[in-house]
Each structure stands twice: as structure tokens, then as C-alpha cells.
């Protein structure tokens, strides 16, 4: 993996935090790594403004909610 410049962690930190305040208590540990996981992926594809990141966020978090409903 490339080391992702300050800036893209930056990116990441703020989409994380962003994206986790929609979840209830700010989102539990597994919820926050795999939206952090996707964030990574992205970020380490070549995504890494704050919209690109803020969509791959959103999907994640989309993904997370479809499978809470799901169980």
C-alpha cells in the first residue's frame, strides 16, 4: 500500500467522523472499522477528496443499515 499523504488521512479522519455521527451513539468499533476499511480501500485506490471519500462513506454506511435491517 502507498502511504497516503496528510491530507487524504485528513480527508478520512473528517469523512469518518461525519459519516459515524448518522449512526446511533456515533456507531460502535465494527461499524467505525468497516467504514474506515472502505475509506482506506478508496483512499489507497486514488480517492481521496473530501466528496470522493464522503460518497465511498455514505455507501458503507448504506450497506451497514441494509444489513441491520436484514437480521
Known amino acids: 500500500m502507498n ?3 496528510e491530507r487524504t488521512k485528513a480527508n478520512m479522519d473528517v469523512v469518518l467522523e ?3 455521527r448518522q449512526l446511533p451513539h ?3 468499533h465494527d461499524s467505525r ?3 474506515a ?3 482506506i480501500e478508496a483512499a489507497s485506490a486514488g480517492h481521496s477528496t473530501l466528496g470522493e471519500l464522503g460518497i465511498v462513506a455514505r455507501h458503507a454506511l448504506a450497506t451497514l443499515t441494509a444489513k441491520d435491517h436484514q437480521a
Open 33 to 35: 472499522r468497516f467504514i
Open 3 to 5: 502511504e497516503l499523504s
Open 37 to 39: 476499511e472502505r475509506l
Open 26 to 28: 456515533g456507531g460502535d
Open 18 to 20: 461525519e459519516t459515524c
